[in-house]
């Protein structure tokens, strides 16, 4: 068994002098080499980023200066978020060499407060899938289980935290990105609400939708990686002034007295049986923490997944007109400008890339608009209605994060509708713009894990975190 | 939901997305499918409602004044050339546009 690395251990062996910041990432990228042939969680490593970064922290160490936030931890990034000088290739074939001349926001934070980006990890093409199956580069592997999806479309960040490649990882979250491979893989991942964390940067699938959020082996670092990130950004007019408090020291409040929603459509049918029975044993949990576990309703959480469907890819058709041929990226030659951008297209997006667009382009398409588009942006509202009511009863709301575990590899390919359901507990707090987290919630058929999802008010991560905290301190990871 | 051919064809078009014939009759299929689930959304009287057009509610907004017009030094034209299919220092290069 390899260790577990977390923030405060590395920290703390920096200080003491036991490993240098230098030794620890070429430790990690010895793992990455045993593992990564297996798991694919990678897709491309930085090792000379890497090194210069590692360089400064030990020179901060041996000068005594103090060490910021993650100070020499070894970080994985999903390969849509843009990364200077390291290929991004957002798991497509139209970007295979595509190298950002800038740093996305959450990336320049990072690394001022000292962290290492080991590599990209691996996802589902633009982010685009539920399973990684998508990627063009092949599926990552769950590490619980090989035979099995790691989820999507983070899954690669999943994955590689899961089996101690990266201290932590950066992921996005459209319509359950983030929170369903954190659940597939048994860490803890996390989605701040919407305008939380700064989107310059991360290369767009679906604008009100896409999140940047991390996946730690623990809370604590959760909330740290999150402190780090979040923030105001001028260079993205959605992220907001909303102060951002210090998650570490606010996890540790109690959440004894706390009303906690349990909404019955989150319990439908579809639900494996013993997922059922995990989920409602950590529900046990929080009544022996003292909370309230409320019965509440959430009429339209039925609706959600064709509202989605509707909106994120009719966002997608019109972010990803940017792929052309002409500026970045691959291009297929022709004659005409319009056969090279239709050759282009057709030869770099994959399979449920097409079909996103074309399903995006056609609600948005000249006397469907109104059918489709405008009638989806109206049920996102009444989606949106039954979070704020529910909050008016409840302080949190508690949900299983996927209603089956990882599905084996092959199963679920072939028809991009059952895929499209396999999102159905987490599109609704994509929708609705809330905070969210899944934590692990015990393991079923002795190895898979399960995964339990914790919905906050906008803006509120810290409450999220505590229940989340909580939670774990209590042993909800092994129910 | 009945899509045809035709539609596909139509949204490839409007997508500048060459399909193959496989692919078309595939969406075609699949599209139908799909647009059948979202036909769902049609049992929700939704007459009395304000479309979400974006996420942040009004006491939430993010700092929507404009920000000042600063010239700030920007030298990255190189390294985005350096990434085009085929640059034309200082210009990208693309087929014939028009015919003379």
Same mark, same amino acid.
């Given at each position: 068994?390899?260790?577990?690395?977390?923030?405060?251990?590395?920290?703390?062996?920096?200080? $003491?002098?036991?490993i240098?910041?230098?030794?620890?990432s070429?430790?990690?990228?010895?793992?990455?080499?045993?593992?990564?042939? !297996?798991?694919?969680?990678?897709?491309?490593?930085?090792?000379?980023?890497?090194?210069?970064?590692?360089?400064k922290?030990?020179?901060?160490?041996?000068s005594g200066?103090?060490?910021?936030?993650?100070?020499?931890?070894?970080?994985?990034?999903k390969?849509?978020?843009?990364?200077r000088?390291?290929?991004?290739?957002?798991?497509?074939?139209?970007?295979?060499?595509?190298?950002?001349?800038?740093?996305?926001?959450?990336?320049?934070r990072?690394?001022?407060?000292?962290?290492?980006?080991?590599?990209?990890?691996?996802?589902?093409?633009?982010?685009?899938?539920?399973?990684? !199956?998508?990627?063009?580069?092949?599926?990552?592997?769950?590490?619980?289980?090989?035979?099995?999806?790691?989820?999507?479309?983070?899954?690669?960040?999943?994955?590689?935290?899961?089996?101690?490649l990266?201290?932590?990882?950066?992921?996005?979250?459209?319509?359950?990105?983030?929170?369903q491979?954190?659940?597939?893989?048994?860490?803890?991942?996390?989605?701040?609400?919407?305008?939380?964390?700064?989107?310059?940067?991360?290369?767009?699938?679906?604008s009100?939708?896409?999140r940047?959020?991390?996946?730690?082996?623990?809370? *604590?670092?959760?909330?740290?990686?999150?402190? +780090?990130?979040?923030?105001?950004d001028?260079?993205?007019?959605?992220?907001?002034?909303?102060?951002?408090p210090?998650?570490?020291?606010?996890?540790v409040?109690?959440?004894?007295g706390?009303?906690?929603?349990?909404?019955?459509?989150?319990?439908?049918?579809?639900?494996?049986?013993?997922?059922?029975?995990?989920i409602e044993?950590?529900?046990?949990?929080?009544?022996?923490?003292?909370c309230?576990?409320?019965?509440?309703?959430?009429?339209?959480?039925?609706?959600?997944?064709?509202?989605?469907?509707?909106?994120a890819?009719? $966002?997608?058709?019109?972010?990803?007109?940017?792929y052309?041929?002409?500026?970045?990226?691959?291009?297929?030659?022709?004659?005409?400008?319009?056969?090279?951008?239709r050759?282009?297209r057709?030869?770099?997006?994959?399979?449920?890339?097409?079909?996103?667009?074309?399903? @995006?382009t056609? +609600?948005?398409?000249?006397?469907?608009?109104?059918a489709?588009?405008?009638?989806?942006?109206?049920?996102?509202?009444?989606?949106?209605?039954?979070?704020?009511?529910?909050? !008016?009863?409840?302080?949190?709301? +508690?949900?299983?994060?996927?209603?089956?575990?990882?599905?084996?590899l092959?199963?679920?390919?072939?028809?991009p509708?059952?895929?499209?359901?396999?999102?159905?507990?987490?599109v609704?707090?994509?929708?609705?713009?809330?905070? @969210?987290?899944?934590?692990?919630?015990? *393991?079923?058929?002795?190895?898979?894990? +399960?995964?339990?999802?914790?919905?906050?008010?906008?803006?509120?991560?810290?409450?999220?975190?505590?229940?989340?905290?909580?939670?774990?301190?209590?042993?909800?990871?092994?129910v | 939901?009945?899509?045809?051919?035709?539609?596909?064809?139509?949204?490839? $078009?409007?997508?500048?997305?060459?399909?193959?014939?496989? $692919?078309l009759?595939?969406?075609?299929?699949?599209?139908?499918?799909?647009?059948?689930?979202?036909?769902?959304?049609?049992?929700?009287?939704?007459?009395?409602?304000?479309?979400?057009?974006?996420?942040?509610?009004?006491?939430?907004?993010?700092?929507?004044?404009?920000?000042?017009?600063?010239?700030?030094?920007?030298?990255?034209?190189d390294d985005?050339?350096?990434?085009?299919?085929?640059?034309?220092?200082?210009?990208?290069?693309?087929?014939?546009?028009?015919?003379r």
């Amino acid at each position: 068994m390899t260790t577990t690395w977390t923030i405060d251990g590395v920290r703390a062996a920096l200080s $003491e002098k036991k490993i240098s910041a230098r030794e620890l990432s070429a430790e990690f990228y010895k793992r990455i080499e045993a593992r990564n042939p !297996e798991l694919n969680a990678f897709l491309a490593l930085a090792p000379e980023r890497a090194r210069k970064q590692a360089d400064k922290i030990d020179a901060l160490i041996a000068s005594g200066k103090p060490l910021p936030a993650l100070a020499g931890v070894p970080i994985a990034v999903k390969d849509v978020i843009s990364t200077r000088g390291i290929v991004t290739t957002c798991g497509s074939r139209i970007l295979q060499n595509y190298v950002p001349p800038y740093d996305a926001t959450a990336i320049e934070r990072l690394d001022a407060a000292g962290a290492i980006i080991l590599g990209k990890t691996n996802c589902d093409e633009f982010a685009m899938g539920s399973s990684n !199956e998508n990627s063009a580069y092949g599926a990552v592997k769950n590490p619980a289980s090989t035979d099995r999806v790691p989820g999507g479309s983070s899954g690669g960040s999943a994955a590689a935290v899961a089996a101690g490649l990266a201290v932590a990882a950066l992921g996005t979250d459209t319509g359950g990105s983030i929170r369903q491979p954190g659940s597939f893989c048994g860490v803890p991942a996390m989605m701040g609400s919407y305008g939380r964390v700064s989107r310059y940067g991360l290369i767009a699938f679906a604008s009100s939708l896409d999140r940047i959020g991390p996946f730690a082996t623990n809370i *604590k670092d959760i909330a740290a990686m999150l402190g +780090v990130i979040a923030g105001r950004d001028p260079h993205d007019s959605t992220s907001t002034t909303a102060p951002v408090p210090d998650y570490q020291n606010e996890i540790v409040k109690p959440v004894k007295g706390l009303r906690l929603g349990v909404p019955k459509e989150y319990f439908g049918e579809g639900m494996d049986a013993p997922v059922r029975q995990k989920i409602e044993a950590g529900l046990e949990i929080y009544k022996k923490l003292g909370c309230e576990l409320v019965d509440i309703r959430m009429p339209h959480t039925d609706y959600a997944i064709a509202t989605y469907y509707i909106i994120a890819t009719a $966002e997608a058709s019109s972010n990803l007109a940017r792929y052309d041929g002409v500026r970045f990226g691959l291009r297929v030659d022709s004659d005409s400008l319009l056969a090279m951008y239709r050759k282009t297209r057709g030869s770099g997006f994959g399979d449920e890339v097409k079909r996103r667009i074309v399903l @995006g382009t056609y +609600v948005l398409s000249a006397g469907y608009y109104d059918a489709y588009y405008l009638k989806g942006q109206k049920v996102r509202a009444l989606i949106a209605k039954d979070f704020r009511d529910a909050f !008016e009863k409840v302080d949190a709301i +508690v949900t299983p994060t996927s209603p089956v575990p990882a599905f084996r590899l092959g199963e679920r390919s072939q028809n991009p509708l059952q895929m499209y359901l396999a999102d159905i507990y987490t599109v609704t707090g994509s929708l609705a713009g809330v905070p @969210g987290i899944s934590v692990p919630c015990g *393991k079923v058929c002795g190895k898979l894990p +399960v995964g339990l999802q914790i919905f906050g008010t906008p803006f509120d991560e810290a409450r999220v975190l505590q229940l989340a905290y909580a939670f774990e301190q209590a042993g909800g990871a092994s129910v | 939901m009945k899509i045809t051919r035709e539609d596909v064809v139509r949204v490839a $078009e409007l997508a500048y997305l060459d399909l193959s014939e496989d $692919e078309l009759e595939k969406y075609r299929r699949q599209l139908d499918e799909i647009l059948t689930y979202i036909g769902k959304l049609n049992e929700l009287d939704t007459s009395g409602v304000a479309p979400m057009a974006q996420v942040l509610a009004d006491d939430q907004t993010a700092d929507a004044t404009l920000r000042e017009d600063l010239v700030v030094p920007s030298a990255v034209a190189d390294d985005v050339l350096r990434q085009a299919p085929d640059p034309e220092p200082p210009y990208f290069r693309v087929p014939k546009v028009l015919e003379r």
